[in-house]
């Protein structure tokens, strides 16, 4: 799988997401067909997050580990691979070593 | 001043930019006319930063102090602010409190 380096012909909020004191930082990011993501960044950590929409995490640099509300396997998820949450859960997310950057899709 | 809350019509890079341990994480920004720039934040932190081209710093949200080379007194600059950093130099940024969202314009 290939990474997406840029997103291009996009709009890009200047203010951004800062969650857990810093340990995940985003912009969010209008594309050009009215979709919304965010591009961000995970620092090494350990965090828990709840979905609203559900989302797609695409890596763009570093990996990641993530579980899935429910299950009890970690799995690994790097630069240009992909990750589904469903809607209204939540998940683990931990990552060691390099920043894991990532898009994040809603819907 | 007026705050600048999105960039449009651009290209965001997807791969985060993270200095002083995540103290500062920004994304490169290309402009539609093909100059470049960042959005970023700085979070509540002392950091010195060394500049290669002149930078605008232009603040979307929250507020810092800064403190350019060779000069005695710090200034603030809130969102909706800017200042300028020559090439070549450095400046002591602080921040507390609210992090500090900015566009970095070059040259």
Redesign the interface.
């Known amino acids: 799988m290939s990474?997406?380096?840029?997103?291009?012909?996009?709009?890009?909020?200047?203010?951004?997401n800062?969650y857990f004191?810093?340990?995940c930082?985003s912009?969010g990011?209008?594309l050009a067909d009215g979709r919304k993501c965010t591009?961000?960044?995970i620092?090494p950590a350990s965090l828990t997050f709840n979905t609203g929409a559900p989302e797609i995490m695409e890596g763009?640099?570093g990996s990641c580990e993530y579980r899935l509300d429910g299950e009890s396997e970690w799995k690994r998820s790097a630069a240009g691979e992909k990750f589904n949450i469903p809607g209204n859960s939540k998940f683990e997310i931990r990552v060691s070593g390099e920043?894991y950057?990532?898009?994040c899709h809603f819907g």
């Not at 990474?3 to 951004?16: E, H, P, R, W, Y």
């Open positions: 990474i997406q380096k840029t997103l291009d012909g996009v709009s890009v909020a200047t203010s951004a800062v004191d810093g340990k930082v912009h990011v209008t591009v961000g960044v620092l763009t640099a920043p950057s990532y898009i």
